[in-house]
């Protein structure tokens, strides 16, 4: 008889807290809760009941459990909540994903693009695209994900489990899992998130004797006062109050006519009263026991494969025809253990993952061998080649069979499948229990597995373990030749690298090289010469970008002999970094050399790679951003999202020098969101610095300052990012501040900081803003010709140098040389506004001075450009200087914006207020009239108006009511 009952009984509280977080990602406040508790005890019930609320709320619904045949999957719960919200009646827009959309391809292959690579093989960023999907499904009315069973899952799965749960607070989603209690890695991760109060843990326990008396009222659709108290006394001692054997031993008990309905209502059968009910194994082993003896091997079969089993691998177990397999299925007997799966056609699961463990431990160990081994060479009948899950499937068999050095090399092969999917940490537990199984009969599978172990272990970024497992290659010594064993100190030093480890990486470099010996093979030599290059680049010392380039160069050319592609690739791309401030052409030919051989050798993603710097080759050259957009559109069709946002951020940088700070802006909160909450660190620390840089470049010192005390606290020390940070962002903030000294300081700071450990980086100011400093500042006399300014190739650069010739040439008294010098850079710095009329208004007070070129008209455009833009200081310099050379300026009276309400109100002028934030800087009037380019008897007047109008005693008082923020 059909015994279930709607009705959830004892879960109360549960069912709110499920309702509450329901009712909250419909409003955009996502969350997660986690059902905790045995096997039997209603998580899938509650997980069913909020599936069912959330339909009736129209949410979105996506469903996938870790429990499967045999061992854990990577990514198998994810792949079934995908599937089952792509095969939803009203389907979801999933192109709107952008480059995240292939990246879902590691779970459904179906959205893979055509390309041999896939994106980037980031957990994270697989977990990112999953939470777009969720947010994108639930955008509507909201999003429900149940994941059960956690406790089976693979570590990929918790790990995206874990960015989920982190980072859906403000989406309309709702994840739901379920797990037991048992001890287990998903246990500790929820209880953790539950810690941090990122989710809700929801332990159930087991029902007391009135609520099973309840339960068992609700089953019989009976009134509570028609139950027999002995018949609840027998299911509460029978069942202890877990609810699944309530049901399972209620359904025995009306099923044996212990208990039967009357027309005056249930009863106990008066011989029931000296038995007691069945246990839940015996009541298992009764049903089993009625069944035909091929009808019980096709159950047991189908048991040893998991909570879930094919009716293809069943057939082959049984030899039985269509017809007769789905007639032992559909019987009554067999419908007590399972029943159709409505999510898998062509599969069948158990009524409960406890009845597959009950049926398990029924089986004899002779037995059991025997018929794993059975249904292990029907699953290879079938799926020849053992693809997919296949293989794990039939390693466990093949152990359980007694085959150990079979399972071996199952699970080795299992193993290496996971990786190259990039499910590290999957892989890792497969080759460990590979390690474990095969023994020295079989040196050469065990000497193969050991390897791939320790590359599973350095791509999961577990270096120590790794590095640990390194004394175990004494052990296949004799099997591996020097060359693997080279190769695997190779990657361990690449894995270093990754993991910010460059002494433990150069330790593996020189193990390797050593391994190698004196007459090394030119494709061993370039594997470990590119590593180790990498690695140098973040040693100290002046020749090391030198040892480095012939490193490099000699790798590529080698590799691309031989041929290595992919370590071609990557030395091309690097010779281009190292070479591009000495000879950009060189540069470029470089990344041309590396975009063939990718096209040629199919490898997409090294292909963007070199698009990307490319584009910034072409940006730094003239602004021009088509080929880094192009870069970016590509890297979006493929999932390549590490390359996207690299060609973003280059973007940003461009955006900020050509005056587009709207833009910039937008691009680097965007970029850092998501590099930030991605881990992808070096992006999210240029970003920051792109920050702080735009706000130098807006004159925002405040905020500049915020941003760069950011960048050391989120990213620690910043001395490879001082030259920037020195020369683009704090130098150029002090000349819109008309603080040039400052500037100066700065600009040394910066230089000194790239002699001290030569960078690759651009832009700093020694081949540009430096030149013009340095002009502006030193006398004819000690000053060279025009011709001995160095003009760089790259734009922003290039039109400061030009605008330092033009000083020179001023100096030397070439007039004619020097205005083609203004009118070149003029040209050359169209692209960039705030830039070039900085030049203007720095050469042309060096023209007034020399009496050459046409500093007003220099002077007239500079001060309508900074007056637009909002940078009173170089405005009013530019009007001061206007003045000095004669020139009528009518005063332009705006900028009070700028002036804080409670001074306004106080009567405090613009100019007033620029003379009130140099206090703070305890200068002088002489120096606040040079700053400001007023008279010191001017500047006089101004702070006694200020001591009078703020009602500061002196001069001091008002610095430090600046500092506090005008207050008190």
């Known amino acids: 008889m059909g015994l279930r009952s709607s009705t ?39 997980a069913a009941a909020a599936a069912d609320a959330a339909y009736g709320s129209n949410m979105r619904l996506m469903r996938g459990r870790s429990s499967t045949t045999g061992p854990s999957v990577p990514y198998r719960p994810l792949t079934e909540a995908v599937l089952s919200l792509l095969r939803a009646g009203d389907p979801v827009d999933i192109d709107t994903l952008g480059p995240y959309r292939p990246v879902l391809g590691r779970l459904v292959p179906d959205l893979r693009p055509a390309s041999t690579e896939h994106g980037d093989a980031s957990l994270v960023i697989l977990a990112e695209a999953v939470l777009r999907l969720m947010a994108l499904a639930g955008r509507e009315n909201g999003c429900l994900l149940t994941l059960e069973d956690l406790h089976d899952a693979d570590p990929e799965t918790l790990g995206v489990t874990e960015y989920l749960v982190d980072n859906m607070s403000d989406l309309p989603v709702l994840l739901l899992g379920t797990l037991r209690r048992d001890p287990c890695p998903a246990l500790d991760l929820v209880r953790s998130m539950a810690q941090r109060g990122h989710c809700v843990l929801l332990e159930l326990d087991r029902l007391d004797r009135s609520q099973v008396h309840q339960m068992m009222a609700s089953y019989l659709a009976a009134r509570p006062q028609d139950v027999p108290d002995v018949a609840t006394d027998l299911v509460w001692a029978g069942s202890t109050g877990n609810p699944f054997l309530v049901e399972d031993l209620l359904t025995g008990m009306c099923d044996t006519d212990v208990l039967v309905e009357t027309p005056t209502g249930w009863r106990i059968c008066a011989d029931a009263l000296t038995n007691r009910p069945d246990t839940f194994v015996r009541s298992v082993r009764r049903r089993i026991e009625q069944l035909s003896e091929r009808a019980r091997e096709l159950i047991m079969a189908g048991a040893l494969l998991g909570c879930r089993f094919p009716l293809t691998v069943a057939q082959a177990v049984t030899g039985m025809s269509d017809r007769e397999l789905l007639t032992h299925l559909q019987g009554p007997l067999a419908a007590q253990l399972v029943v159709a799966d409505e999510q898998m056609p062509g599969w069948y699961q158990f009524q409960h993952p406890l009845m597959q463990e009950a049926l398990t431990s029924l089986l004899e160990p002779t037995e059991r061998a025997r018929l794993a081994r059975r249904t292990a060479d029907a699953v290879t009948e079938v799926h020849s080649g053992l693809p997919g899950e296949w293989c794990q499937v039939s390693a466990t068999l093949r152990l359980a069979a007694g085959e150990f050095l079979t399972a071996g090399r199952l699970f080795a092969e299992a193993g290496r499948r996971c990786l190259a999917e990039g499910a590290a940490g999957s892989a890792v537990a497969l080759l460990e229990r590979a390690w474990e199984l095969l023994t020295d009969d079989d040196p050469g599978s065990r000497a193969d597995a050991l390897e791939s172990l320790i590359y ?56 390797a090289r050593a391994l190698l ?37 000699q790798a590529a050319a080698v590799a691309e002999e031989i041929p290595l592609p992919v370590v071609a690739s990557q030395a091309w791309q690097l010779l281009a970094a190292l070479v591009r401030q000495r000879d950009p052409d060189d540069a470029t030919a470089c990344l041309e050399r590396s975009r063939a051989i990718a096209a040629e050798h199919d490898l997409p993603i090294w292909d963007i790679h070199a698009l990307v710097r490319l584009g910034n080759d072409d940006a730094l050259r003239d602004a021009n951003t088509d080929r880094l957009e192009q870069a970016r559109a590509q890297a979006t069709r493929i999932g390549a999202v590490t390359a996207r946002y690299q060609a973003e951020a280059s973007i940003a940088l461009q955006a900020i020098l050509r005056h587009e700070f709207d833009r910039a802006q937008a691009l680097i909160d965007e970029v850092w969101t998501a590099t930030s909450r991605l881990r992808l660190l070096e992006t999210a620390e240029y970003v920051l610095l792109l920050r702080a840089v735009l706000h130098a470049h807006r004159g925002r010192r405040k905020d500049m300052d915020a941003a760069l005390d950011e960048l050391a606290g989120v990213h620690g020390d910043q001395s490879r990012n001082s030259p920037r940070i020195h020369g683009l962002a704090r130098a150029f903030c002090a ?72 000083v020179r040439a001023g100096q030397a008294g070439d007039v004619q040389r020097a205005c083609a010098a203004v009118d070149e850079a003029v040209r050359v710095g169209q692209p960039y506004p705030m830039g070039r009329h900085l030049g203007l208004r720095l050469c042309a007070e060096a023209a007034l001075a020399d009496g050459w070129g046409d500093p007003v008209d220099w002077l007239r455009t500079a001060e309508e450009h900074f007056h637009r833009t909002d940078v009173p200081a170089v405005a009013g310099a530019c009007r001061t200087l206007l003045r000095a050379a004669g020139v009528r300026v009518p005063q332009r009276r705006v900028g009070t914006h700028q002036v804080p309400g409670t001074l306004r109100a106080a009567g405090v002028t613009v100019r007033e207020f620029e003379v009130l934030q140099l206090l703070v800087e305890r200068l002088s009037n002489r120096e606040i009239a040079g700053r400001l380019h007023l008279s010191p008897r001017t500047v006089e007047r101004h702070i006694s108006n200020l001591i009078i109008k703020t009602g500061r005693p002196n001069r001091l008082a008002l610095g430090e009511f600046v500092s506090r923020g005008y207050q008190g």
């Open 735 to 806: 000349l819109l501040e008309e603080n040039r000294p400052r500037a100066v300081e700065e600009m040394s700071r910066a230089l000194a900081a790239a002699d001290r450990n030569p960078t690759t980086f651009l832009l700093f100011g020694r081949d540009g803003l430096h030149l013009l400093l340095t002009a502006l500042h030193t006398r004819p006399r000690e000053a060279g010709s025009a011709e001995q300014v160095p003009l760089s190739a790259f734009g922003w650069d290039r039109q400061f140098a030009l605008f330092a010739r033009a």
């Open 456 to 511: 599973a272990l350095a791509e999961a970024g577990r270096i120590d373990r790794a590095l640990a497992f390194v004394a175990a290659v004494e052990q296949v010594s004799g099997v591996l030749d020097h060359r693997r064993l080279a190769r695997l100190h190779t990657r361990l030093a690449w894995a270093a690298m990754l993991a910010g480890q460059s002494a433990e990486g150069l330790a593996r470099v020189g193990a």
């Open 517 to 553: 010996g004196p007459d090394p093979l030119p494709a061993d030599v370039v594997t470990v010469d590119v590593v180790a290059a990498h690695l140098e680049l973040d040693l100290p010392g002046a020749d090391r970008l030198d040892r480095v380039e012939a490193m490099t160069r």
């Open 8 to 46: 959830i009984v004892g879960r109360d509280n549960e069912q709110r807290v499920i309702k509450s977080g329901l009712l909250a990602a419909r409003s955009r406040r996502g969350g997660a809760v986690f059902l905790v508790g045995e096997g039997g005890i209603g998580k899938s019930r509650l």
